[in-house]
Nanobody, 121 residues
Framework: QVQLVESGGGLVQAGGSLRLSCVASGRIFSINNMGWYRQTPGNQRELVASITSVGSTNYVDSVKGRFTISRDNAKNTVYLQMSSLKPEDTAVYYC???????????????WGQGTQVTVSS
């Protein structure tokens, strides 16, 4: 069984920093894209940042220059370094990965359980 486990959320003051981590574990054959999404009550989940298996990155405009996504393929881990945090960054952050469990499987979407990030003004 494959699972994604996030850590690193919490409460921080505006202008502060947090680092989110997400580890993929279980039966994993390959991991393609990994990324971070966020969601606030009453709103759709939105992509914050993504990274391909070879390190190409993509960010939503609102976090460019403040957030950095990275991954350690040897550890099946993706990180999100968040700096200059703003109250509007407050959300539940979800880890996502496009993975295959075995060579015969199709790629599927996997999600973490979510971690709360709260930025106080």
């Amino acid at each position: 069984q494959v699972q994604l486990v996030e850590s690193g959320g919490g409460l921080v003051q505006a202008g502060g920093s947090l680092r989110l981590s997400c580890v993929a574990s279980g039966r994993i054959f390959s991991i393609n894209n990994m990324g971070w999404y966020r969601q606030t009550p009453g709103n759709q989940r939105e992509l914050v940042a993504s990274i391909t298996s070879v390190g190409s990155t993509n960010y939503v405009d609102s976090v460019k220059g403040r957030f950095t996504i990275s991954r350690d393929n040897a550890k099946n881990t993706v990180y999100l370094q968040m700096s200059s945090l703003k109250p509007e960054d407050t959300a539940v952050y979800y880890c996502h990965a496009l993975m295959r469990s075995t060579m015969r499987d199709y790629e599927r979407d996997y999600w973490g359980q979510g971690t709360q990030v709260t930025v106080s003004s």
